[in-house]
């Protein structure tokens, strides 16, 4: 079945340094693609979404391209803030009748200054 | 505009209590999504509602979960009776359309002793 596999955390880093989480997903047909990020205390919110091949979607900073090649949709951002910390959720929507959004396992970004 | 809300936000019972959870999805979203969050994984679907219709919940265990979505908006899930494994946060969310964007209430933490 259809699957979003991201790397393990947590993920380490000081303010204003470069920020990549890996993942890649399974699925038949074309899905839309996302990233959740959920800051403490807070609901899971939509950070941003592409939803075909070489689409790049865009956020507060942050950036993922939707590469079918590689079936990745990683995100990065080129500064990273203490105000980013929260834990990431990539999620793909099979675009099929019946089904509902897939989850990543989330990581856990933590940005020290 | 208000969000999804849920309620109640923390919930602590003894193991074959009873529990439910409510949510008031966003004002005009027709599909609703209640998801399960086990600690440090991923949200995984339990049922999602078009309207007042269950249109998936092959992943609800039915021999102690149970929803209801009356009138095609708020929307009750029920575990009766709870078990330790319950211990987790249940997660509500709406959408206007199928493949659109999920917004995501606060979720409510079950703790059950």
């Known amino acids: 079945g259809d699957s979003v596999t991201q790397m393990e955390g947590p993920v380490t880093l000081s303010e204003e340094a470069f920020l990549t989480i890996n993942c890649t997903y399974t699925?038949?047909?074309?899905?839309?693609l996302f990233w959740y990020v959920q800051y403490p205390g807070e609901g899971l919110q939509l950070l941003l979404k592409a939803t075909k091949a070489d689409d790049k979607g865009s956020n507060k900073g942050f950036e993922a391209t939707y590469r079918k090649e590689t079936t990745s949709f990683h995100l990065e951002k080129g500064s990273v803030q203490v105000s980013d910390s929260a834990v990431y959720f990539c999620a793909l929507s099979p675009n099929q009748a019946g089904t509902a959004l897939i989850f990543g396992k989330g990581t856990t970004l933590s940005v020290s200054s | 505009e208000a969000g999804v809300v849920q309620s109640p936000r923390y919930k602590i019972i003894e193991k074959k209590q009873p529990v439910a959870f409510w949510c008031n999805p966003i004002?005009?979203?027709?599909?609703l999504y209640w998801y399960l969050q086990n600690l440090g994984q991923g949200p995984e679907l339990l049922i999602r509602?078009?309207?007042?219709?269950?249109?998936?919940d092959s992943q609800l265990p039915k021999d102690r979960f149970s929803a209801e979505r009356l009138k095609g908006v708020d929307s009750t899930l029920k575990i009766q009776p709870a078990e330790l494994g319950d211990s987790a946060v249940y997660l509500c969310a709406s959408s206007l359309e199928r493949t659109g964007e999920l917004f995501f209430g606060e979720g409510s933490r079950l703790t059950v002793l």
């Open positions: 004002s005009g979203h027709n599909t």
């Open positions: 699925a038949t047909g074309y899905p839309s």
């Open positions: 509602y078009e309207n007042e219709e269950a249109v998936d």
